[in-house]
C-alpha cells in the first residue's frame, strides 16, 4: 500500500470521522428493528467496517450493519432469541468465505447496467423513505404517532439548515467535509440554544465497553442446523449483492478496479468475527460509502477510522453523540439520497429499448417493497428472458434452388432453446425436393435444445424419403447428432470451429 500525503490522510480522518457519526442512528435503528440491543448494531458496524476495510477489495466502502440484513434477522430473533443470530451469522460468514474461495465474486460483472440502475434508484428511495421513521414520536398509550406543531417545524428546520450547509458549503471552502461541518453546526445550535428535539439518545444509550468473544449459547446439533441455515444463505447472499454491487458502483464513481473476491472473503471473515463477539452481521452500505466517496476518501485509512471512531463513541463518547439532533443526521441521510439516485436515468425514457426501462424500475420497486436480494435476482432474469426473446425473433432464412435442384436454406442468427420453434417453422419438408440443403456458414447453434431441433427436423425429411445436408456445421454439432447423424449427409468443408455449450462436452 502506497503511502498518504499529508491532504489524504487529512482528508480520510475528516471523513472517518463524518461517516461514524452518520452510522451510529443508522446501526442503532436496524439492531431495533432486528429486535436485538443498540450495541448489538453498534459493535456489527466496528467490526464489520474494521477488518473490511483493512482487508477488503474496495478501499473506501463502508461496511455496517444494515436494514436489508435486519429485516430478514427479526423473525429468527423472535422466534428463537438472539443466540441463534449469533449463531447465524457465524455460519453466515462461512458461506460467503466458501463463496470467495470459489472464485464467484467476478460474476457479480454480469449484472445487467439497467439492474445496476434499478439497484441504484431503489436503495436511494429506501435511503429516504427510511428516515421518515424518526418523525414519529411515542404517544401517551405507547402507539406511535406522526409528530405535529412545533416538534415536527423544529426537525424540519434543523434538517433544512443541515442540508444548506451541505450543498453551499463546497462552493466556499473543500478544507473539511460539508458533511461534517453540517451535523457540528447543527448540533452546536441545537445544543447552545436548548432547542428541543429529538436526538440520537433517544434511540437507545449507546455507552457500552469493548466486544467481548462469546460462542453462541445454542445446541450445537442438526436441529439448531435446520434452524439456521435458511437464515445464513438468505443473509449471506444478501449481504454479497449488496456489497459487490456497491463495489461496482463505487467502481464507476472512481475509475478504479475493486477485488470482489477479495471483498467477499473479508466480508465473510468480518461476520464470523462479528457473531463471535456479539454483533449482529452485516455488509456494505450504500449511504455511508456515498458520503465517504463524495468527500473524497478512497483510501483505507477512512473505513479504519471510522471504526475506531466508533468504538471510541461507545467508549468514551457516548453522553456528547447522544447530544447530537436526528436531524443533523436525517439531513445528511437525505442528501446521500439525492446524490446516489441516478436523475439521469429519466432521460432515458424514450431513447434506451423499453425492455431496459421495465427492468430498472422493476429492480428498483422491489427493492423498495421486497428486498435487494430479490430485486437483483428477479431483475437479471427479466433481463435474460428478454435477450432470449429477442435473440429468438433473429433467427432467419434466405432459400433459393441451385443447378441441381438442391433447395438451399441458409440460416442467420443464433439457435438457441429459445429460437427452436421458429427454427422448424421455416421449414417446409411436404413441398420441399429430394435433396435439401442446410447452410449454417452465417447460423450459431448454441446450446442441446438446437441440437435436438435439428434432429428433430431430419426426422421430419426421413419420413418424406428425403434427404437433408448439413453445411458448415462444426464437429462438436456434428458429434451431438442422434437421428440427423445417420439420417443426413453432411458436408463438412469449411466447417466452424466455434464450440456450443452443451454438459455432453464435459
Known amino acids: 500500500m502506497t ?25 442503532i435503528a436496524f439492531a431495533l428493528v432486528a429486535h436485538v440491543s443498540p450495541l448489538t448494531g453498534l459493535y456489527a458496524a466496528f467490526i464489520v467496517a474494521l477488518i473490511t476495510s483493512a482487508f477488503g477489495g474496495r478501499p473506501g466502502m463502508v461496511s455496517g450493519a444494515t436494514g ?39 460474476f457479480i460483472r454480469m449484472v445487467p447496467h439497467p439492474v445496476m440502475l434499478g439497484f441504484v434508484n431503489g436503495l436511494a428511495i429506501v435511503i429516504f423513505l427510511a428516515q421518515f421513521g424518526h418523525f414519529k414520536t411515542t404517544g401517551v398509550d405507547g402507539t406511535q ?69 462469546h460462542l453462541p449459547d445454542v445446541p450445537l446439533n442438526l436441529e439448531t442446523l435446520k434452524i439456521i441455515f435458511p437464515y445464513a444463505v438468505i443473509l449471506a447472499a444478501i449481504g454479497l449483492i449488496e456489497s459487490l454491487l456497491t463495489l461496482n458502483l463505487i467502481d464507476t464513481m472512481t475509475d478504479t478496479r475493486g477485488q470482489p473476491n477479495r471483498e467477499s472473503m473479508a466480508q465473510g ?38 471504526a475506531l471512531f466508533l468504538l471510541s463513541f461507545i467508549l468514551f463518547g457516548s453522553s456528547l453523540i447522544e447530544q447530537i439532533p436526528l436531524a443533523a443526521l436525517i439531513g445528511v441521510m437525505f442528501v446521500v439520497s439525492e446524490k ?68 438451399i436454406y441458409e440460416l442467420e442468427g443464433s439457435l438457441f432453446f429459445a429460437s427452436a420453434a421458429g427454427f ?26 438446437a441440437i435436438e431441433a435439428i434432429d428433430g427436423l431430419a426426422s421430419r425429411y426421413s419420413v418424406f424419403g428425403k434427404r437433408v445436408h448439413l453445411r458448415h456445421l462444426s464437429p462438436d454439432c456434428l458429434e451431438l447428432l442422434n437421428n440427423a447423424k445417420e439420417m443426413v449427409e453432411v458436408s463438412s468443408f469449411e466447417d466452424p470451429h466455434y464450440h456450443i455449450a452443451d454438459n455432453k462436452l464435459g
Open 269 to 306: 471473515a468480518a461476520n464470523v468475527v462479528t457473531g463471535f463477539f456479539g454483533g449482529m452481521g452485516g455488509c456494505a452500505m450504500i449511504g455511508q460509502s456515498m458520503i465517504n466517496v463524495n468527500n473524497g476518501a478512497t483510501k483505507r485509512l477512512s473505513g479504519i477510522a471510522m
Open 145 to 213: 404517532q406522526w409528530m405535529q406543531g412545533a416538534p415536527l417545524y423544529t426537525m424540519l428546520g434543523l434538517i433544512a439548515l443541515t442540508m444548506a450547509i451541505i450543498y453551499l458549503l463546497p462552493k466556499l471552502t473543500k478544507a473539511v467535509p460539508a458533511t461534517l461541518v453540517g451535523i457540528l453546526a447543527t448540533s452546536l445550535l441545537a445544543v447552545g440554544m436548548g432547542i428541543e428535539t429529538k436526538t440520537v439518545g433517544d434511540l437507545g444509550s449507546i455507552a457500552g465497553g469493548l466486544p467481548s468473544f
Open 68 to 106: 436489508a440484513l435486519a429485516v430478514v434477522m427479526v423473525a429468527l430473533v423472535v422466534q428463537h432469541g438472539v443466540e441463534y443470530l449469533f449463531a447465524t451469522v457465524v455460519l453466515m460468514g462461512v458461506l460467503q468465505l466458501l463463496f470467495a474461495a470459489a472464485k464467484l465474486g467476478k
Open 424 to 449: 422448424q417453422a421455416l421449414f417446409s419438408p411436404r413441398e420441399d425436393p429430394d435433396d435439401v440443403v442446410i447452410e449454417f456458414r452465417r447460423a450459431k447453434v448454441m446450446d442441446h435444445s
Open 340 to 407: 446516489t439516485f441516478e436523475w439521469g436515468s429519466f432521460r432515458l425514457f424514450g431513447k434506451v429499448p423499453k425492455p431496459d426501462i421495465v427492468v430498472g424500475l422493476a429492480v428498483a420497486g422491489i427493492t423498495v417493497v421486497a428486498d435487494l436480494a430479490v430485486a437483483v435476482v428477479a431483475g437479471v432474469i427479466i433481463s435474460a428472458l428478454v435477450f432470449a426473446w429477442e435473440h429468438a425473433k433473429h433467427i432467419g432464412v434466405k432459400t433459393w434452388v441451385d443447378d441441381q435442384g438442391w433447395k
Open 3 to 27: 503511502a498518504l500525503n499529508p491532504q489524504e490522510i487529512k482528508t480520510n480522518l475528516l471523513s472517518g470521522l463524518t461517516v461514524a457519526l452518520a452510522m451510529v442512528p443508522e446501526a
